[in-house]
């Protein structure tokens, strides 16, 4: 699948699944996607958009929170157990319990409607670049003669291989970006990282500093690895900067 999605970024054709049920909006969102050169399939049901999603397998997904049939945030939460692409997620409702909602199922990203196209654009620029680089860091990590596959770190253990982190022996389960997040974090380990900088490199988002979408997803990750999360020790708080991951 990795090496289709290569394929299909090098080829300057990512597919996009626009998903809204506003006829205006959607033809709209088809006709801007495609006049910048995206493949672009769309649904206007939630339902209709995961049989949509598991057969068209997109690069990125544009979706409306309010849909027939499943909501956005059900919609959201079936996909990302079954595939790992961007998700952003379209909105009128700007309550941050939505915003939180979306980033805690999965989503990428948060967009308010009314937004501009050109805004709009560039995160779906974003996103797809940065998830390309992650796909060129996977593929490097592979194929590296030296390349470190097992971080072992007492009774947490990560194998980049198989893509599985496990606990004192039984397997965690992790969210595709809180598994990013710990991937980086661990192969920077000893290393101050700041929020900023990790909204970079892990979300992709150079245009936006929202640094809470960092809080949030570390305060995840020791919820799951850490034996006291209210003491960690293994992700520690760098004050007034970030965190950093302890040898």
């Not at 990512?14 to 649904?43: M, P």
């Not at 206007?44 to 997904?61: E, F």
């Not at 590296?144 to 194998?159: I, T």
């Not at 570390?218 to 965190?243: A, C, F, M, N």
Request: aromatic fraction near 6%.
């Amino acid at each position: 699948m990795q090496e289709a999605k290569s394929a299909c970024y090098n080829a300057g054709m990512a597919k996009i699944l626009v998903v809204e049920d506003d006829t205006t909006l959607r033809e709209g969102l088809v006709f801007n996607l495609q006049s910048h050169g995206y493949e672009v399939v769309w649904a206007d049901s939630g339902p209709s958009a995961i049989g949509t999603a598991h057969g068209a397998m997109p690069d990125l997904i544009l979706l409306d929170v309010m849909l027939p049939g499943l909501d956005g945030f059900q919609v959201c939460r079936i996909l990302r157990d079954e595939m790992s692409c961007p998700i952003l997620m379209l909105t009128a409702r700007v309550e941050e319990i939505d915003r939180v909602v979306g980033l805690e199922i999965g989503a990428d990203d948060y967009i308010n409607k009314p937004f501009s196209m050109r805004e709009l654009l560039a995160r779906i620029k974003a996103h797809l670049r940065h998830e390309r680089m992650v796909l060129n860091r996977a593929a490097e990590t592979k194929v590296g003669e030296n390349a470190e596959q097992v971080f072992r770190f007492g009774d947490l253990v990560m194998d980049l291989e198989r893509q599985e982190v496990t606990l004192r022996g039984s397997p965690i389960n992790l969210k595709p970006k809180e598994y990013a997040l710990l991937v980086y974090l661990v192969q920077h380990q000893g290393q101050a990282l700041t929020r900023k900088h990790l909204l970079e490199e892990v979300w992709g988002w150079t245009y936006i500093d929202d640094t809470h979408t960092v809080d949030v997803h570390i305060h995840w990750l020791r919820e799951l690895i850490e034996e006291d999360p209210q003491k960690p020790k293994r992700i520690v708080t760098v004050r007034g900067s970030g965190y950093r991951f302890e040898r």
